[in-house]
């Protein structure tokens, strides 16, 4: 069983950086594509961004390209999602998530182990 913890989230100005770390626990975390996506009030939970186990090989959506940089550090059990020019559209509840297997892939539904989530909200 794998555990999640994400951590960084916080209240920012638009046009702001925030860095957002998932610590894993329970499990060989480099045998794990690993994702992160988020969740609007209202909304469905929508991908973000996914890396598969060795980091060499990484998707975003459209949204965030060019603004988010998902990266992962095996040796520390740790991904991080790094994002810059904050938007208020990119308000959220966002989530890291597991997937068993090497590659990630971009539905929720291929994650099987999801954090408890962490707020970001950018203000205009």
């Known amino acids: 069983q794998v555990q999640l913890v994400e951590s960084g989230g916080g209240l920012v100005q638009a046009g702001a950086s925030l860095r957002l770390s998932c610590a894993a626990s329970?499990?060989?975390?480099?045998?794990?594509?690993m994702g992160w996506f988020r969740q609007a009030p209202g909304k469905g939970r929508e991908f973000v961004a996914a890396i598969n186990w060795s980091g060499d090989d990484t998707g975003y959506a459209g949204s965030v390209k060019g603004r988010f940089t998902i990266s992962r550090d095996n040796a520390k059990n740790t991904v991080y999602l790094q994002m810059v020019s904050l938007k208020p559209e990119d308000t959220a509840v966002y989530y890291c998530?597991?997937?068993?297997?090497?590659?990630?892939?971009?539905?929720?539904?291929?994650?099987?182990?999801w954090g408890q989530g962490t707020q970001v909200t950018v203000s205009s």
């Open positions: 329970g499990g060989t975390f480099s045998n794990y594509g």
């Open positions: 998530a597991a997937r068993q297997s090497r590659s990630y892939y971009y539905t929720p539904v291929e994650y099987v182990y």
